[in-house]
């Protein structure tokens, strides 16, 4: 905490890192007002973004892992000069194969954070994570949804889904789409002021 302008009311270093999906970028929906959010809430927020990521990957269980590795490699990568232990508050907000390197990370490296999952893939939860809320499709194709929801009840981590959904938490209705939207971002206010 630091002092004020030498008031007595002490503000609250708040980190916010953003852990993208491949090719689910910080300019997209649910990152861009996630982020949007935190900021609001006084964290500072640092966008990890990957790069040479492998596409097509999906239904191949090798090709998701070296992703998986690929994208912790780089995030620790960008992150090699943070120090998580001069903040009060850490939040790591991460969107699909971003959900695997910000848990993978937190673990590794011991930090306390916060940790919103957007559509987290079923290695996600190979890490033990505490503090966790999460949002998934039920028409994710990137996932076993019946596997993610009994892991996230195993693991006592708060998972919210969304009927006909897909691995963007989107239906082909846009007004839906709205509606969820809001929903999935007052939940991830509600868990960034409790």
Not at 50 to 56: E, L
Request: charged fraction near 25%.
């Amino acid at each position: 905490m630091v002092l004020n302008g030498g008031t007595k009311h002490l503000i609250e270093k708040k980190i916010a890192v953003i852990f993208p999906g491949i090719g689910y970028h910080k300019d997209k929906p649910l990152l861009y007002y996630a982020t949007k959010l935190a900021l609001g809430k006084g964290y500072e927020v640092i966008d990890i973004t990957y790069h040479d990521m492998p596409q097509k990957i999906r239904g191949n269980e090798t090709m998701m892992k070296n992703a998986a590795e690929l994208a912790f490699a780089q995030s620790k990568e960008q992150l090699a000069k943070m120090d998580f232990n001069e903040y009060d508050q850490v939040l790591f907000i991460g969107k699909s194969i971003g959900t695997i390197a910000s848990a993978k990370y937190a673990s590794d490296y011991e930090i306390n954070a916060k940790q919103i999952w957007y559509t987290p893939v079923e290695a996600t939860f190979s890490y033990p994570s505490k503090n966790v809320v999460a949002m998934i499709g039920e028409e994710d194709p990137w996932s076993d949804v019946d596997v993610v929801k009994k892991l996230a009840k195993k693991n006592q981590i708060k998972l919210f889904s969304y009927a006909e959904c897909n691995h963007s938490l989107e239906s082909t209705d846009v007004d839906r789409n709205l509606i969820n939207l809001r929903d999935v971002m007052i939940k991830t206010k509600e868990f960034l002021e409790a």
